[in-house]
């Protein structure tokens, strides 16, 4: 039996697509690690629910709960049919005394997720929807994109987007079918292939300009 599967039948559970985790502001006791599928975290602004993220495999969660011994910061839901090891604060505290490599894993994700908020509040001041849009493929480019052949590839989940950028559906579409006529990027599915990142930081530029100053 493999390291995974051993840590499976100690920690592991199954949780079906729409089952609620937990709640932003509920008490938490455990933190959760993903197997597989895939979980919305997610934070009321204004009486509207937003995503924050998206998390799939190898990705860990509700942490903070643990660490900071107060409540939830966020809602966590499974957007997908998921495994998940759930580990409780005696657990967290033995595995992280016991190996430093994991101690080191979670600071470098932690700093990774300040880096993305970063980009999100920074996202969220783009007034103009389409920059938002291309701000959003630009900085998930730099942060997540795997280099291939053709140039840098993200996923890229439109149906998932409206609440993370606060961009409708038919909008972000519209400004996609613009990128692929300019030849900027390239979409298969859940997949956006950007081209070149250099041009797509200058097109940003051009909206932004356009936004702030009308038609040029």
Known sequence: MGAE?????????????????????????EMFVIQSGRIAISKRVRDVEKVLAVLGPGEFFGEMAIISNKPRNASASVSEDAKLLVIDPKTFEGMIRGNAEIAVRMIKKLAERLSEADAQIENLLHADPASRVVHYILQTSQTRGRTVEEGVEIEFA???LPRQI???????????YRLERAGLV???????????????????????????????
């Open 5 to 29: 599967e051993t840590l499976f039948q100690r920690f592991g559970k199954e949780f079906t697509k729409g089952t609620v985790l937990f709640r932003e502001g509920e008490p938490g006791k």
């Open 158 to 160: 439109v149906r998932e």
């Open 166 to 176: 606060g961009v409708g559906e038919p909008a972000i579409r519209n400004m996609l």
């Open 186 to 216: 390239e979409r298969a599915g859940d997949r956006l292939i950007v081209y070149d990142t250099t041009r797509l930081h200058d097109f940003l530029q051009y909206l932004e300009m356009k936004w702030k100053f009308g038609d040029l």
